[in-house]
């Protein structure tokens, strides 16, 4: 096959930047000009879970409503509660959820009362049913009691006026509780990002084809469809591209008509086959183009028409790594999430001797276990290369080793991102 010369300049060519960006850069790079997309939606709150809200919630009402019993027992007013020795009270009526009693006690006297029944009037403290001792219409009551005791305050969940949930909140499920707690039906949320991707690369195959001398299967639009899903934006897989500058081209433009987002697997290395940098400099223009880490290191990120570009590299593993790190964080803040837009780091135990050389951040994937006291280790996956995807698939973590950092010795401290916490 004949591949087409490119001659136009890059901006970003091997030679002119030979040194690599630090991963905390790059990142601060793409994330510094980012915020959410424009245009925000009505929508129902059943539809809201993992959408992006786009205004804060101000509570119009107390939750609870009114003051209301904890606990099943006998409603009273706490000043009346004995205090030497045991009393009877007389129960005078009874008030159940939904149902109260309606009107004023009278002192010395208590109402029967059910759990999330509204306190009558004239009480403040409720007595658990197990504690009392019922004889016909009275009820006798002992001492060890406390004025307020199992009641719930107006509004003690939240407060008429105060904000329950922020804009920038990524709504999860006790959120949409919370909200049909406080009668919201409908809450205004941020558009969703859509992300446009394809795979580059001659050798790929689409599932249900036999694979031929040196072909591969395309996994990696299966990785970041799965990646991208999790994270609820709109999909859009454009395929499998071969290494040809001009089929590339026509996908580039394709991919970048409506999208917000534009991501590439494949041929952005210094490989004979590898276009992607170029035709980015030709039709777009390209931020940078090298991060100090492993794996991962090829990479291009630029723009696109009016979308972000994220060039990732071919390796399977690299795909993964350079997602998590750098387009997961972006595509946050496109849906307007203001907070857990970063991987969270923590420090564990290293359980083993792992390898490296300062000067650029590795993503080892790692396996976190509990020790003998209780604490957590972590060991690699064994075998590490970019090209190994089951290392992914066996591990429940990335071992971090920061930029400066060298070897690390058994029972040294290591940073950690657990998998759990990258969605
Ligand atoms: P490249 O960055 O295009 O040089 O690719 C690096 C390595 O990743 C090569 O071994 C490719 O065959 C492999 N690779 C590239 N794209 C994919 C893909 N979509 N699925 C699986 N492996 C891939
Ligand atoms: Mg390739």
Redesign the pocket.
């Known amino acids: 096959m004949k591949h087409e010369p490119i001659t136009t300049a890059t901006n970003c060519s091997q030679e002119r930047e030979p040194d690599a960006l630090p991963v905390d850069d790059a990142r601060a790079r793409v994330l510094e000009t980012l915020g959410p997309l424009p245009g925000v939606l009505s929508s129902p709150v059943r539809a809201c879970l993992g959408r992006v809200l786009a205004q804060d919630v101000r509570s119009d009402i107390d939750v609870p409503s009114t003051t209301n019993s904890a606990m099943d027992g006998y409603a009273l007013a706490g000043a009346d509660l004995p205090v030497q020795q045991s009393a009877h009270f007389p129960v005078v009526g009874r008030a159940l959820a939904g149902h109260p009693f309606g009107a004023a006690l009278a002192r010395g006297t208590c109402v029967q009362i059910m759990t999330g029944a509204a306190l009558p009037r004239g009480t403040d403290t409720v007595v658990m049913q197990e504690q009392v001792q019922r004889h016909g219409d009275t009820v006798l009551i002992g001492t060890g009691h406390h004025a307020g005791q199992n009641v719930r305050q107006a509004g003690e969940d939240l407060a008429r006026g105060q904000i329950a949930l922020s804009a920038g909140r990524r709504l999860r499920p006790a959120d949409l509780g919370l909200l049909a707690s406080l009668g919201q039906a409908e809450v205004s949320v941020y558009r969703r990002p859509r992300v446009a991707f394809f795979?580059?690369?001659d050798?790929?195959r689409t599932l249900g084809h036999v694979l031929g001398e040196g072909e591969?299967y395309?996994?990696?639009?299966y990785t970041l469809h799965a990646m991208l899903e999790r994270l609820g934006v709109d999909i859009v897989d454009l395929g499998v591209v071969a290494d040809q500058p001009d089929a590339l081209r026509t996908q580039f433009r394709r991919a970048a008509q409506d999208s917000d987002v534009v991501i590439t697997?494949?041929?952005?290395?210094v490989?004979d086959a590898?276009y992607v940098k170029q035709i980015l400099a030709e039709l777009g223009s390209v931020e940078f183009c090298k991060i100090a880490m492993k794996p991962g290191r090829p990479f291009a990120y630029g723009r696109l028409a009016n979308a972000l570009f994220f060039g990732l590299?071919?390796?399977?593993v690299a795909v993964m790594v350079t997602f998590y790190q750098f387009v997961q964080p972006a595509l946050q803040r496109l849906a307007g999430t203001r907070d857990e837009c970063l991987p969270r780091l923590f420090e564990v135990t290293c359980a083993e001797r792992l390898r490296k050389k300062p000067g650029r951040t590795e993503f080892l994937r790692g396996v976190l276990t509990h020790d003998s006291n209780g604490g957590l280790q972590v060991r690699s996956t064994g075998q590490q290369g970019s090209?190994i995807l089951s290392s992914m698939s066996n591990a429940n973590c990335f071992i971090v080793l920061g930029h400066d950092t060298g070897t690390v010795l058994p029972g040294a401290p290591v940073q950690v991102q657990p998998f759990d916490g990258l969605v």
Do not use: A, C, Q, Y
């Not at 395309?218 to 639009?221: H, L, T, V």
């Not at 590299?313 to 399977?316: A, L, Q, Y």
């Open positions: 795979s580059t690369g050798e790929l591969i395309d996994s990696n639009r697997t494949g041929g952005v290395s490989g590898d590299p071919g390796n399977p090209g």
